[in-house]
């Protein structure tokens, strides 16, 4: 008869890196695998359990992180976070606009993703729960500061910034890389003097870093 011990020490190990801030893309996986490590095998199952041999978003290997643009006339630029303001830009009325979330997953293989927000709209733990990641709620008044100290203090030189409003005018110009988008809630002039690139929309300026050679192609002098 064939034991149903299973032997969760592969599954431990991933959920040990994850809460060392070792990232598993799919916020669900990790969610199954907790409750089957709650699961006691010695006991039946209510319903059986699959569980798979190599859980398909864990990176073994801990690949870095990372975007290299290798612009022409410039050094090296190595790309690890990506910072974005929310209402205005990732998101419209409080609600994501579609494609967004997608992205977003897609990009975290290779950008560690920060999102800054007012709340505006009062529905950021939302967007949270759809995006698997905490945004840095960010107080009323001296915005725009605070999101300029945020990206200085992850190191500028490593971070893309995406943002339209007048609160992100100068999180855009510290970064090494600002997009700029016009979004359904417009952009602030001055805001988009100070990026690098200007984008139609987000789903174009997130297609960008998941296909950095158009960024090359756009900042080559």
Known sequence: MRSNQLSYAPYEAIIAERRAGLKIRDSNTILFLTA???HDPLQPAEHPVFVPATPRCYNAARRERVIELNIP??????????VCDVNGTLAVDGR????????????RDSLE????????????????????????????????DAKA???????????????????????????????CVLSPEGAFIETLQAADIV???????????ENPTRMVATLRR
């Open 36 to 38: 089957i490590l709650q």
């Open 73 to 82: 006339g410039r050094e090296m630029i190595r790309l690890q976070h990506l």
């Open 96 to 107: 994501l606009i579609d494609g967004v979330p997608h992205a977003l997953t897609t990009l």
């Open 113 to 144: 993703l920060h999102l800054l927000t007012a709340d505006t709209h009062g529905k950021q733990d939302r967007i949270d729960e759809q995006l698997g990641v905490t945004a840095v709620r960010i107080p009323a008044g001296g915005e725009s």
């Open 149 to 179: 100290d945020y990206v200085s203090n992850l190191d500028c030189e490593s971070v893309v910034a995406v943002g339209q409003g007048a609160n992100d005018e100068a999180m855009l110009r510290t970064a090494e890389i600002g997009i």
């Open 199 to 209: 984008t139609t929309d987000i789903r174009s300026a997130l297609a960008l870093l």
